[in-house]
């Protein structure tokens, strides 16, 4: 699985790699909501450390590859 291949909130072309996800507009229940996709999709848990420190499209992204 890709994490391009998700089905978000967004669409990829809305969002920027290196920008907070909280400056571009997403607020906690979206990142909650996306992070909770995540898991499902993946078969991962991501703790409540690193919600807070994946903050970033790009930090989300590398994160996912890194637990695959």
Known sequence: KN???LKVWHTPQNL???ISLDDQGVDSLDKANLFLHIEETFNIKIST???IELNT???ITKHI???L
């Open 3 to 5: 994490v391009s291949n």
């Open 16 to 18: 920027q790699d290196d």
């Open 49 to 51: 450390e690193e919600f």
């Open 57 to 59: 499209i790009d930090k």
């Open 65 to 67: 590859n890194a637990m």
